[in-house]
């Protein structure tokens, strides 16, 4: 139904192109997971259900959030619109709110910890992102204002039309998905305390997603310049900076990180929102502007993987 987004035939019938990559992400989520769970029988049996939960759960969640909070689907919201999914409309953190609901109820069933099965979803989530966030470059998602610096106007990083330049966030969004897929595989590998995964999911691809949100200018799920889905970004990274201070000084003896940790996550979010209206409302340059924005992200991922290193040591002496 868009005329932007790519289509092929098969066997009579037009199918998307955003659509294949969104099957082949469902595919690489599912062999992630199950690959990871691969040891342990009660972690297979979970992983089965979560696996077979998190397909509907995904796309329902990943509709209803698009069609609740995308302020140009509002004037059409009702129930035949929110089921015709041939108009296209989804949300990448309802998908995700959806698998992490059946990793949930999947370890539940299958008798396993919560954190545990959390912590393979999220290394599932970033190989379904990979294929998904490539699709959207045979859709009209997943660019950037129009260039101005000339910087990577002729690389493989800019695409055109017949008027500008503009960023292909999409790659971008691809290649930190996968950086941040091996970083995650790695921490499994080395350190499977349950929940580290998690909080160091929500640290880095909330932090990056918050980057990559602000870089996108396609009008996806957008209240002029701030997107529903950049303000859910920083929630997920700022909440777990919140979360590891509240865990440091519910141990006690854990000094002053925790408590800076807390105390900044609210002038954090006062910062973000402030560089993303210079970068939008203000003539300072871009290359100016996003340097203060990755500055203004760099510390609580600091303080973020801080306070997951000293859970480490607690853990070593505990064991």
Request: net charge positive; glycine share 10%.
């Given at each position: 139904?868009?005329?932007?987004?790519?289509?092929?035939?098969?066997?009579?019938?037009?199918?998307?192109?955003?659509?294949?990559?969104?099957?082949?992400?469902?595919?690489?989520?599912?062999?992630?997971?199950?690959?990871?769970?691969?040891?342990?029988?009660?972690?297979?049996?979970?992983?089965?259900?979560?696996?077979?939960?998190?397909?509907?759960?995904?796309?329902?969640?990943?509709?209803?959030?698009?069609?609740?909070?995308?302020?140009?689907?509002?004037?059409?919201?009702?129930?035949?619109?929110?089921?015709?999914?041939?108009?296209?409309?989804?949300?990448?953190?309802?998908?995700?709110?959806?698998?992490?609901?059946?990793?949930?109820?999947?370890?539940?069933?299958?008798?396993?910890?919560?954190?545990?099965?959390?912590?393979?979803?999220?290394?599932?989530?970033?190989?379904?992102?990979?294929?998904?966030?490539?699709?959207?470059?045979?859709?009209?998602?997943?660019?950037?204002?129009?260039?101005?610096?000339?910087?990577?106007?002729?690389?493989?990083?800019?695409?055109?039309?017949?008027?500008?330049?503009?960023?292909?966030?999409w790659l971008l969004e691809a290649v930190v998905a996968l950086g941040l897929l091996l970083l995650l595989l790695a921490s499994l590998r080395r350190n499977p305390r349950p929940g580290r995964a998690l909080m160091l999911f929500c640290l880095l691809y909330g932090a990056a997603q918050t980057l990559m949100e602000s870089l996108r200018f396609d009008g996806h799920m957008r209240f002029s310049f701030i997107g529903v889905q950049q303000v859910l970004s920083a929630a997920l990274f700022l909440g777990a900076l919140v979360v590891l201070g509240v865990r440091a000084l519910r141990r006690g003896k854990a000094g002053p990180l925790p408590i800076a940790?807390?105390?900044?996550?609210?002038?954090?979010?006062?910062?973000?929102?402030?560089?993303?209206?210079?970068?939008?409302?203000?003539?300072?340059?871009?290359?100016?502007?996003?340097?203060?924005?990755?500055?203004?992200?760099?510390?609580?991922?600091?303080?973020?993987?801080?306070?997951?290193?000293?859970?480490?040591?607690?853990?070593?002496?505990?064991?």
């Amino acid at each position: 139904m868009w005329d932007e987004a790519v289509t092929v035939q098969a066997a009579g019938v037009r199918v998307y192109v955003y659509g294949i990559a969104l099957m082949l992400g469902c595919w690489a989520g599912l062999a992630v997971l199950f690959t990871l769970s691969r040891r342990s029988l009660k972690e297979r049996n979970a992983a089965a259900w979560a696996g077979a939960l998190a397909l509907p759960l995904g796309l329902l969640f990943a509709r209803l959030a698009f069609c609740l909070l995308d302020p140009n689907f509002r004037p059409f919201l009702n129930l035949r619109n929110v089921l015709d999914l041939r108009t296209g409309g989804l949300s990448m953190y309802g998908a995700m709110a959806g698998m992490g609901l059946a990793a949930w109820l999947g370890a539940r069933i299958g008798g396993v910890k919560p954190l545990r099965m959390l912590d393979l979803a999220c290394a599932a989530f970033l190989a379904f992102l990979i294929p998904a966030r490539l699709g959207e470059g045979f859709t009209s998602l997943g660019i950037s204002r129009p260039l101005t610096t000339g910087l990577l106007d002729n690389t493989f990083l800019a695409q055109r039309d017949a008027y500008d330049a503009y960023l292909r966030t999409w790659l971008l969004e691809a290649v930190v998905a996968l950086g941040l897929l091996l970083l995650l595989l790695a921490s499994l590998r080395r350190n499977p305390r349950p929940g580290r995964a998690l909080m160091l999911f929500c640290l880095l691809y909330g932090a990056a997603q918050t980057l990559m949100e602000s870089l996108r200018f396609d009008g996806h799920m957008r209240f002029s310049f701030i997107g529903v889905q950049q303000v859910l970004s920083a929630a997920l990274f700022l909440g777990a900076l919140v979360v590891l201070g509240v865990r440091a000084l519910r141990r006690g003896k854990a000094g002053p990180l925790p408590i800076a940790g807390i105390a900044a996550a609210p002038v954090i979010a006062a910062a973000l929102v402030g560089v993303e209206f210079l970068i939008d409302r203000s003539g300072m340059g871009k290359l100016a502007s996003y340097a203060l924005f990755l500055a203004v992200l760099a510390l609580p991922v600091w303080l973020g993987a801080r306070m997951i290193r000293m859970e480490d040591r607690i853990g070593q002496v505990a064991d």
